[in-house]
T-cell receptor, first 112, second 111 residues
Framework: IAGITQAPTSQILAAGRRMTLRCTQD?????MYWYRQDLGLGLRLIHY???????GKGEVPDGYSVSRANTDDFPLTLASAVPSQTSVYFC???????????FGSGTRLTVV | KQEVTQIPAALSVPEGENLVLNCSFT??????LQWFRQDPGKGLTSLLL?????REQTSGRLNASLDKSSGRSTLYIAASQPGDSATYLC??????????FGSGTKLNVKP
C-alpha cells in the first residue's frame, strides 16, 4: 500500500441497509477525514479524527458514524442508508503542523 | 465561516496557451493553501502546497502564488497540454487541519 486505500470502489446499496466504507492509510498521518462530493455542492466534510481514539463532526454528519481505533484505519458507517446518501465518498489524511491533504481514490455509492 | 471561490468555473483553451486559475478566500488567517487536480471519476491529486509564510511554489509547468492580505491565490499553468484537462480545486484550512474547498475550475485544453 502506498498512501490511502478505500474499499469498495463502488457499491449499489438498498435503502435501509447498513454499510461500512473502509479507509486505510500507511503514512502514519495522525489526522483522517471523510468527505462526500456531490455535483454542484463540492466537497463537504462528514467526520474527522485528529488522532487515534478521537473523532469529530463535520458539516454533514447526520446518518453517518466513524471510529478511529488505531492510526491507520478510519471506517465510515451508514447505519440505515437513504437515497440522499448517494454520492462519491473520499477519505483523506494529513499530518499535524502545516502538512497538506492526501486523498484516497474514492467510493462511489448508490442507494436505491 | 471561510468561503472559497474559484473563477472561472470552466475554461477552454487551445494547446500551448499559458493560463491562470484564480482562488479567493474570505478569512486571511490561514495555515496554508493547497491546489488539487481531479480527473473525471477519480480522486484528488495534490499539486502544490503553499505554507502561510511562503508567497509561491513551483512544480514543473505549474506555479502557485499566495497573497494572504488580499485573500487570493493563483495557479499558473505554462504551455498547457491536453493532458492538463481536469478540474482544479483549491483548499484552505478551516480549523487546525480541516479544509474548505472551492467548487473548482474545469479546464479543457484542446489539441
Amino acid at each position: 500500500i502506498a498512501g490511502i486505500t478505500q474499499a469498495p470502489t463502488s457499491q449499489i446499496l438498498a435503502a435501509g441497509r447498513r454499510m461500512t466504507l473502509r479507509c486505510t492509510q500507511d503514512m502514519r498521518h495522525n489526522a483522517m477525514y471523510w468527505y462526500r462530493q456531490d455535483l454542484g455542492l463540492g466537497l463537504r466534510l462528514i467526520h474527522y479524527s485528529n488522532t487515534a481514539g478521537t473523532t469529530g463532526k463535520g458539516e454533514v454528519p447526520d446518518g453517518y458514524s466513524v471510529s478511529r481505533a488505531n492510526t491507520d484505519d478510519f471506517p465510515l458507517t451508514l447505519a440505515s442508508a437513504v437515497p440522499s446518501q448517494t454520492s462519491v465518498y473520499f477519505c483523506a489524511s494529513s499530518s499535524t503542523g502545516e502538512g497538506g491533504y492526501t486523498f484516497g481514490s474514492g467510493t462511489r455509492l448508490t442507494v436505491v | 465561516k471561510q468561503e472559497v471561490t474559484q473563477i472561472p468555473a470552466a475554461l477552454s483553451v487551445p494547446e500551448g496557451e499559458n493560463l491562470v486559475l484564480n482562488c479567493s478566500f474570505t478569512d486571511s488567517a490561514i495555515y496554508n493553501l493547497q491546489w488539487f487536480r481531479q480527473d473525471p471519476g477519480k480522486g484528488l491529486t495534490s499539486l502544490l502546497l503553499i505554507q502561510s509564510s511562503q508567497r509561491e511554489q513551483t512544480s514543473g509547468r505549474l506555479n502557485a502564488s499566495l497573497d494572504k492580505s488580499s485573500g487570493r491565490s493563483t495557479l499558473y499553468i505554462a504551455a498547457s497540454q491536453p493532458g492538463d484537462s481536469a478540474t482544479y480545486l483549491c483548499a484552505v484550512p478551516r480549523d487546525f487541519n480541516k479544509f474548505y474547498f472551492g467548487s473548482g475550475t474545469k479546464l479543457n485544453v484542446k489539441p
